[in-house]
């Protein structure tokens, strides 16, 4: 247990509730937080396939799970006043730029209000000394510019997604100063992260998830835009920050309150490309046609996240350079395919190889 713990022994023994826990951010984060010996709660929606690592790992039978809507404040507050728990992690949202325009009323009530019961919730339930919300780098109003976004620059967003992590990040900032600045009251950030990869994710329209359930399928995969960069990062990277965040929170108080960026270092600037050759080393067997890719292109709308405040004030950086990363990830996902393997103790494995970088 001890490999797992870069957290002074912070969770061992203590009650942490997850919103969205049975998502692929939070189902890593749940089985982080139990080796770390936590008791953990969670409050989400039902898993959406049995390809889900809530359920692959069997985490039903693990912790406590209550099934409800974020948008249901009374039910969220019982459960929250229920469990009493120490620490709070937000994770429950609508996640994906797409939906958010097929159905930007729900994206709206999920994002938008699901953070405000977060902190009602939080806020009538004196147990609670920690609460982290999580967000996304798209909470940034995209200037379209090279240098990477700070936490003093402004919040934004264009689709309903976007303007709806934005409009989380400002809700949060107005709970911390109406409610959250006085003694006794409990220290809250939020943090900022960019696209996440990682077993366990199966979501629709993202390019490894794609990658995997083709190569499954015994199918070819075919790469549409082999140009694009993206801020690659392994799921236990921004889950380290949210953990380290929980953990100054609670020793150091209210002088870390606010948002912190969870991104990839500066110089990691790889593109779908490069992914797709990285991914055909580590599974030769991969039948994918690429176009083209000898003109690399400047994508615009590239949003970067400057994490100097977290590197230096929480004492955390990313672990992985790009190979590892991907390496972790499909290590993942290959594990998730074998039946002589049990994925929870595959996802353990990974949690201590990554805290053993
Ligand atoms: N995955 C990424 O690349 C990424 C990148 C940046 C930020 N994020 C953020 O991280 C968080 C988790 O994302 P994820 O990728 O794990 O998403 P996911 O879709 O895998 O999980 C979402 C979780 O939220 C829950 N949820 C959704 N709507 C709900 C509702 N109405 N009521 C209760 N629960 C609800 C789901 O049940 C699930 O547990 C989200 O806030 C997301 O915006 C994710």
């Not at 606010?258 to 991969?286: A, M």
Request: glycine share 8%; with cysteine.
């Amino acid at each position: 247990m001890g490999k797992l713990d870069l957290f002074s022994g912070l969770y061992k023994g203590k009650k942490i509730l997850i919103t969205g826990h049975t998502g692929f951010k939070g189902s890593w984060l749940t089985i982080w937080l139990k080796e770390l010996g936590a008791e953990v709660y969670g409050y989400a929606l039902e898993p959406t396939s049995e390809n889900d690592n809530f359920v692959t790992s069997n985490l039903k039978e693990k912790i406590f799970h209550q099934v409800g809507d974020i948008r249901n404040l009374d039910l969220l507050k019982k459960y929250f006043q229920q469990v009493n728990p120490d620490i709070a992690f937000h994770l429950a949202a609508q996640p994906l730029v797409i939906d958010s325009y097929i159905n930007p009323h729900y994206n709206f009530e999920t994002n938008l209000m699901g953070t405000v019961n977060f902190f009602e919730a939080v806020r009538h339930t004196s147990s609670v000394k920690v609460a982290v919300n999580v967000t996304t780098d798209k909470c940034y109003q995209n200037n379209e510019w090279l240098w990477g976004y700070r936490e003093i620059d402004a919040m934004g967003g264009d689709d309903p997604y976007s303007a709806s992590k934005g409009c989380s990040e400002i809700i949060t900032n107005s709970y911390i100063k109406s409610f959250f600045s006085k003694e006794n009251t409990a220290h809250v950030g939020s943090g900022r992260a960019g696209n996440v990869i990682g077993g366990g994710d199966w979501a629709e329209n993202r390019i490894i998830p794609d990658i995997i359930r083709a190569y499954k399928e015994n199918r070819e995969s075919v790469i549409r835009n082999p140009n694009s960069v993206r801020p690659w990062q392994f799921v236990l990277e921004p889950l380290f920050g949210y953990l380290k965040l929980a953990e100054k929170l609670w020793t150091s108080g209210k002088s870390y309150s606010g948002g912190w960026n969870f991104g990839p270092s500066s110089y990691e600037n790889y593109t779908v490309g490069d992914v797709v050759e990285e991914v055909r080393v580590l599974i030769p067997s991969l039948k994918i046609t690429l176009p083209d890719i000898t003109e690399k292109l400047h994508e615009a709308g590239v949003l970067k996240l400057d994490i100097t405040k977290a590197v230096n004030q929480l004492n955390w950086k990313p672990k992985l350079n790009f190979k590892d990363t991907l390496k972790f990830t499909i290590e993942g996902y290959l594990d998730e395919l074998n039946p002589d393997i049990n994925v929870y103790d595959s996802r353990v494995k990974q949690i201590e190889s990554y805290c053993n970088k």
